[in-house]
């Protein structure tokens, strides 16, 4: 497949956001890597780097969203889909020597009150996120539905955020499974 000009450098960009952050890369950086000519930036994203940023975290929740949908198909029990979506991203972490963590999360702890677009990117994509999770857990009756797929995200960014800090994948490794344990036993309980 070709990928375009425009891919290069939304590619590069999530690259550079799961590794560096917004603030840790530089333009020249980033063109480098997509191996594009610097007029190409600004020619596909007049807005220069916040505009890529956005792209590139838009990306993010479309392929989460993406690969949810194939996960949840492999694997019908939500919990099991879950543990295998955060032993996935350990194992991506693992691989990089604990230096690619997400790129939502690098991008959120940078971003402030005044990067509007950055964090309406931010929040649309977890919504996403969080919605794709909901929706399995509801169509298969796990009670709290919204409040459990919020629980998994926040553990998930949280835990490697930890891990990554940690240079060890204990702290997501052992939160994930307290709380797929405490799911699963949540859900044979009787509701009211």
Not at 7 to 13: A, G, N, P, R, T
Not at 50 to 59: D, H, P, Q, S, Y
Not at 108 to 135: C, K, M, V, Y
């Amino acid at each position: 497949m070709n990928r375009t000009t425009r891919d290069k450098l939304i590619d590069s960009m999530v690259d550079a956001l799961q590794r560096k952050g917004l603030h840790g890369v530089g333009l020249s950086e980033l063109l480098a890597a997509a191996d594009v000519p610097k007029g190409s930036l600004y020619h596909h994203f007049p807005g220069g780097k916040t505009e890529l940023a956005v792209a590139a975290i838009e990306r993010v929740g479309q392929r989460a969203e993406q690969a949810f949908a194939a996960l949840f198909e492999r694997q019908p029990d939500p919990l099991d889909a879950l543990g295998s979506w955060l032993q996935g991203a350990l194992g991506q972490l693992q691989d990089s020597a604990f230096e690619r963590g997400c790129p939502l999360a690098a991008v959120a702890l940078e971003s402030g009150p005044d990067d509007h677009q950055i964090r309406a990117a931010l929040a649309n994509a977890f919504t996403l996120i969080r919605q794709a999770l909901q929706q399995q857990l509801q169509r298969h009756g796990y009670p709290q539905p919204q409040g459990l797929a919020a629980l998994f995200v926040a553990l998930y960014e949280g835990g490697l955020l930890q891990a990554r800090v940690a240079g060890s994948s204990e702290p997501l490794q052992q939160a994930a499974t307290t709380l797929l344990n405490l799911s699963r036993q949540h859900r044979m309980e009787p509701q009211p």
